[in-house]
């Protein structure tokens, strides 16, 4: 890896970094960020020592300029766990310098590592320079519809 | 529940049901069913202590027509699970008698009973009786594109 990126897991000396580019990925998506309560909840989860996902942060000269979040999924055709890249991002003043493409490296080697079949994810719509970024990585658009079911809708269903 | 239906959790003796319908569900969807290789390791994960995934199996009448799988995923803006609904599976010849709404409903309370924020799912585009129903227990669609790098692809980022 290049000697001025370095990326580092998720711990409690950084974690601060990681939430504050949480919110920022969430502004820049136009989704609603993580609240008080969200984010005491997230804080608590990265600390696990079974944490639901991992976490790792990226450093540009010493600087932390974005991260990515994961956890494994399941293919039940192939028998075999897939990495599912939940969130990636790089802050906009650190574009365009390959740490989007570091990170995303890093996960495909970390999915290897792990025996996954596969490396998953979603994109917006509209996001146009994701998408061109992920089809650049060689990611294939597959013809899935992607569904939600909220808390009251959950709960709609037990009345 | 309904007494002509009973929903089980997959073991020893009842995953060979399990093998089954997941074939049946892969060549519904024209995609490709587990191979010898796949089995064997779909057979070794469910049975793990910390399996993977959870799985449960439909019996109408006393016989197995469907399944469901599902793991937990994590939403970095919500601080909170996710329940990831992988497979929902009923044969063909035990439809329209409400063994997936009563499978989509057993998901629904396992994800409020694991406190998880969403349930979350996808379904092929084509698929126009999922989409159906998925709609009639209140999914939304959501307006993301799903992408995936396949093994080959994620060696070929390590070159």
Same mark, same amino acid.
């Given at each position: &890896?290049r000697?001025?990126?370095v990326?580092?897991?998720v711990?409690e000396?950084?974690?601060q970094?990681l939430l ?6 969430a502004r820049f998506?136009?989704?609603a960020?993580?609240d008080?309560q =969200?984010? *005491? ?5 990265a600390l $696990?020592s ?8 990226a ?10 979040t ?6 039940? #055709? !192939?028998? $075999?766990p ?6 990636? #991002?790089v802050?906009e003043? =650190?574009? !365009? /310098?390959?740490v989007g $493409?570091?990170?995303f490296?890093?996960?495909? !080697?970390? =999915?290897? *590592?792990q025996?996954c079949? /596969? &490396?998953?994810?979603s994109?917006l719509?509209?996001n146009e320079n =994701?998408?061109r970024?992920?089809e650049s990585?060689?990611g294939? /658009?597959?013809?899935?519809?992607f569904y /939600?079911?909220d ?7 037990d009345r």
């Amino acid at each position: &890896m290049r000697a001025d990126l370095v990326i580092s897991k998720v711990d409690e000396h950084n974690l601060q970094h990681l939430l504050h580019l949480i919110e920022e990925l969430a502004r820049f998506e136009h989704l609603a960020p993580p609240d008080r309560q =969200a984010r *005491a909840r997230l804080e608590r989860d990265a600390l $696990r020592s079974d944490p639901p996902f991992s976490a790792f942060l990226a450093f540009l000269d010493s600087k932390p300029v974005g991260y990515i979040t994961y956890y494994f999924t399941y293919s039940t #055709f !192939q028998g $075999r766990p897939n990495l599912f890249l939940e969130d990636i #991002f790089v802050h906009e003043g =650190a574009r !365009q /310098r390959g740490v989007g $493409r570091e990170l995303f490296r890093f996960c495909a !080697q970390e =999915a290897l *590592a792990q025996g996954c079949g /596969r &490396m998953e994810w979603s994109v917006l719509d509209w996001n146009e320079n =994701a998408i061109r970024f992920y089809e650049s990585m060689g990611g294939k /658009r597959l013809g899935w519809f992607f569904y /939600r079911l909220d808390e009251e809708g959950m709960k709609g269903l037990d009345r």
